[in-house]
Nanobody
């Protein structure tokens, strides 16, 4: 079992920035593909960005490209999501997810952190 704990959410004005963190409780962090997802009220959860382990290859949703940056520190069992130029429609609960690269049935979610973009 892997526990994921997100932090860093909050209230920010349009155009502002936030940096989210997600810490994983596992000795095998390097075995997991990590990702950020978000869910706005009344909407389905959607993928924001993904990062692989060794090569740290990244992929972004179209809305995140150029504004958000996903990164990971394998020594700290932590991934980050740096968000810039935030917009009101970025308001959502942001979730961290871990999927074992060799067995996608092993999938874990964090509890989420609220991001609110409002003036």
């Amino acid at each position: 079992q892997v526990q994921l704990v997100e932090s860093g959410g909050g209230l920010v004005q349009p155009g502002g920035s936030l940096k989210l963190s997600c810490v994983a409780s596992t000795f095998a962090f390097g075995s997991f593909i990590m990702s950020w997802h978000r869910q706005a009220p009344g909407k389905e959860r959607e993928l924001v960005a993904t990062i692989t382990s060794a090569r740290k290859n990244t992929n972004y949703a179209d809305f995140a490209e150029g504004r958000f940056t996903i990164s990971r520190d394998n020594a700290k069992n932590t991934i980050y999501l740096e968000m810039n130029d935030l917009r009101p429609n970025d308001t959502a609960v942001y979730y961290c997810r871990a999927v074992r690269a060799t067995d996608w049935r092993q999938s874990y979610w964090g509890q989420g952190t609220q991001v609110t973009v409002s003036s």
